[in-house]
DNA sequence: CTTACTTAGTTCGATTTTCGTCAAAAGCGG
DNA sequence: CCGCTTTTGACGAAAATCGAACTAAGTAAG
């Protein structure tokens, strides 16, 4: 039994495109099938495009998600910046840009600011705001995922327990995920990447450092939403090594984008932040590359324990730093194969992003796209949908 | 639209035990709950029992899962002893016993070994082979879940690759789950306990150390089922101490039964192994109890870091070298506050478990439990069972 | 170009499932 | 004993689903 949420999950995934292919796929009869595919298109999220190749009959009518007239708006909020993404419900970027945008200025400014953008988005790419159904955003902190607030976030003052959805949902009649940057960051790649994995782990190295954990497929939040938080876990023989947390030995401490910057400019090479590392390893600095590599070995370090631990299979690194990832991935590796099982090693694969700037951002819509397109919601708008219609009619 | 798993799923967990509360929780009328019911009766999963008190008019009667015809069986396969235990569906136990084995003799001895024990406790509870539904078996090693096949286990000679449930497949008409012990354990202390939490470690503390995770209500096995194995995590500041894994630095190295046993030996106090030392701590030797509770400091290293990464609500300590949990536990606990975060470290509970003895056993058998009264194989069940009936009734 | 064949989609009556109401059952309180 | 309440069973009504027949739209062979 295959509700029409599941039947529209069928098409967004690309398992079956016609009608005659979803009755094959469900086992259900095809004349159930094609009036579950009516009820979807009269809702507007499905739409008959053209007709499909003849196998040796009728060519089927190709059924695609109504990408037109359903959009979601992809936010990634970072400690200076703000990129906002517009992207229809089959994942396809329609417009985006990014500005520099202090996190410190507080919550109105800066959602008043994503509210503008939107706007500008949307007018550019020319889709009506009703097209919007969800905004996922990915901010710089932990989050507690039902309510939309953050907690407590060490880098976002005056957002503490603020209830970021309501800014949007006052206003407009859309719904709104807030989450961790790096959950955003995760689901990206195994959602819009190519990167398919059941078990994966999303290391960003930006001026600290996190990690975003898809677990049997679903993202893992943990209890309190504070999951992935691997900047402050200790990393051997780094015990001199201050972190702002309070704690000596932080991984953070050691091989974060801040501090490889304050050791580099210690070391007689100035460099302001994590960015200019990158450049000076670019610039093949070798007093940078050889922090860098040695950094991507504190990070093995930990990251071995991890896959003993969690046994993914998959890590894929981004942020800032990743830009130097030749170097650093290399000391990641190294460290990751000589002290991690082979079990676990065997099929693991370590690579860079494939997500470029605009990869939290798309994370982010993804968050908002997976929740519109998730078969109970569906199946919750549809019988609102007919319980408010049927009575109206009579 | 609840389908008769559905309704099973609700009896089972306790949530609804009568008609009239089915009725309510799931929101089908009263009709359909009964007719439900009915199959699930005909079937033999569930039965009417005792009417329950009135609340005013008439009692209702309460539904109980059927526990006189379905039962498992968990076994707990250790390095050097087996113990299997017949439990009811609903969980009791009905029998169990534990007899020493080395699981080195190989499969055929051990797979008949556990095959007898089954008839024994099956005649002394006085229930029918054909009562027993499915078998659940705690395998001291990585297994694939899948196929119930270990994969290359270090203490198993001879079990590489055997396909375990087949010896009982082949025989009788039920199912086999294998699985690590330490997942077995963990499930037990999530569906048997009373530690109810969706994000759970359940650190087991022997000869070596290992570690079952529960993700967002489910176990998390990794990509090759290897997830948990946390006894080769590198523990800061003990890089000197030489692990059987070929590293150094290895928790197990540093704070399991047999590195402990070692270690007190060398000190001057003979020590056999880890249940010696757990003996020792018993009776008050000064030096034991020193060196437990800086295995628990070690221990805590490598925990503190999975706080902080997987973000579990409890933490749940058992094992051999749990007995001696005062003072295990203790150095477990300093460190986590210490070195994990606020966020993190709010909720969380660290306590040793509360299953005994047979705590792997009876979380083996949770395994078999919680296959067989899954939702969707119970409907596949019914519907094989309805297309195998009616054909033959006409 | 026609004809046979294949596959897709639609229509509509038959069947099955589910619902909702009604009546009977079973206890409580006065 | 009688009204009140709650549970359960029964049965006709309503809804959902199916399945077969039919139409549509192509390919392939002669």
Same mark, same amino acid.
């Given at each position: 039994?295959?509700?029409?949420?599941?039947?529209?999950?069928?098409?967004?995934?690309?398992?079956?495109?016609?009608?005659?292919?979803?009755?094959?796929?469900?086992?259900?009869?095809?004349?159930?099938?094609?009036?579950?595919?009516?009820?979807?298109?009269a809702?507007?999220?499905?739409?008959?495009?053209?007709?499909?190749?003849?196998?040796?009959?009728?060519?089927?009518?190709?059924?695609?998600?109504?990408?037109?007239?359903?959009?979601v708006?992809?936010?990634?909020?970072?400690?200076?910046?703000? /990129?906002?993404?517009?992207m229809?419900?089959?994942?396809?970027l329609?417009?985006?840009?990014?500005?520099?945008?202090?996190?410190?200025?507080?919550?109105?400014?800066?959602?008043?600011?994503?509210?503008?953008?939107?706007?500008?988005?949307?007018?550019?790419?020319?889709?009506?705001?009703?097209?919007?159904?969800?905004?996922?955003?990915?901010?710089?902190?932990?989050?507690?995922?039902?309510?939309? /607030?953050?907690?407590?976030?060490?880098?976002?003052?005056?957002?503490?327990?603020?209830?970021?959805?309501?800014?949007?949902?006052?206003?407009?009649?859309?719904?709104?995920?807030?989450?961790?940057d790096?959950?955003?960051?995760?689901?990206?790649?195994?959602?819009?990447?190519?990167?398919?994995?059941?078990?994966?782990?999303f290391?960003?190295?930006?001026?600290?450092?996190g990690?975003?954990?898809?677990?049997?497929g679903?993202?893992?939040?943990?209890?309190?939403?504070?999951?992935?938080?691997?900047g402050?876990?200790?990393v051997?023989?780094?015990?001199?090594?201050?972190?702002?947390?309070?704690?000596?030995?932080?991984?953070?401490?050691?091989?974060?984008?801040?501090?490889?910057?304050?050791?580099?400019?210690?070391?007689?090479?100035?460099?302001?932040?994590?960015?200019?590392?990158?450049?000076?390893?670019?610039?093949?600095?070798?007093?940078?590359? /050889?922090?860098?590599?040695?950094?991507?070995?504190?990070?093995?370090?930990?990251?071995?324990?991890?896959?003993?631990?969690?046994?993914?299979e998959?890590?894929?690194?981004?942020?800032?730093?990743?830009?130097a990832?030749?170097?650093?991935?290399?000391?990641?590796?190294?460290?990751?194969?000589?002290?991690s099982?082979?079990?676990?090693?065997?099929?693991?694969?370590?690579?860079?992003?494939?997500?470029?700037?605009?990869?939290?951002?798309?994370?982010?819509g993804?968050?908002?796209?997976?929740?519109?397109?998730?078969?109970?919601?569906?199946? /919750?708008?549809?019988?609102?949908?007919?319980?408010?219609a049927?009575?109206?009619?009579?």
């Amino acid at each position: 039994m295959s509700s029409p949420g599941d039947i529209l999950d069928l098409i967004s995934r690309g398992d079956a495109g016609t009608r005659a292919e979803l009755a094959r796929v469900t086992g259900m009869a095809r004349s159930t099938v094609a009036q579950r595919v009516d009820t979807l298109i009269a809702y507007g999220l499905v739409e008959e495009h053209e007709t499909g190749a003849s196998t040796g009959g009728r060519p089927p009518r190709v059924l695609r998600l109504a990408t037109e007239r359903n959009c979601v708006v992809g936010v990634d909020l970072g400690a200076t910046h703000c /990129r906002v993404a517009l992207m229809d419900i089959g994942g396809r970027l329609l417009a985006d840009r990014e500005d520099p945008l202090r996190i410190t200025e507080g919550p109105e400014p800066v959602l008043r600011h994503i509210d503008d953008r939107m706007h500008e988005l949307l007018a550019q790419a020319g889709r009506p705001l009703a097209a919007v159904k969800a905004i996922g955003i990915g901010v710089p902190g932990p989050v507690e995922f039902a309510t939309g /607030r953050p907690v407590n976030p060490p880098i976002m003052p005056g957002w503490h327990e603020y209830p970021i959805p309501d800014y949007f949902t006052s206003r407009y009649d859309l719904e709104v995920l807030v989450d961790n940057d790096v959950n955003a960051l995760a689901l990206g790649e195994v959602r819009h990447g190519s990167t398919a994995a059941d078990n994966l782990l999303f290391v960003k190295i930006g001026t600290g450092i996190g990690c975003g954990i898809i677990a049997g497929g679903r993202l893992h939040r943990g209890a309190q939403g504070a999951a992935g938080d691997i900047g402050h876990i200790r990393v051997p023989g780094a015990d001199s090594a201050a972190c702002r947390c309070g704690n000596t030995g932080c991984l953070e401490a050691v091989a974060g984008g801040a501090a490889l910057a304050a050791r580099l400019t210690q070391a007689g090479v100035p460099a302001a932040d994590g960015r200019a590392v990158v450049d000076l390893v670019s610039s093949g600095d070798p007093m940078a590359v /050889r922090l860098v590599r040695e950094a991507g070995r504190d990070i093995g370090d930990v990251l071995a324990g991890l896959v003993n631990f969690f046994n993914p299979e998959a890590i894929v690194v981004g942020g800032v730093m990743a830009a130097a990832h030749e170097h650093l991935l290399a000391g990641v590796r190294e460290v990751i194969y000589q002290r991690s099982l082979p079990l676990a090693t065997h099929r693991l694969t370590v690579a860079p992003t494939e997500a470029g700037e605009a990869g939290g951002a798309l994370g982010a819509g993804r968050l908002a796209i997976d929740h519109v397109l998730a078969p109970d919601n569906i199946d /919750r708008a549809l019988a609102a949908h007919a319980a408010g219609a049927a009575p109206a009619a009579r």
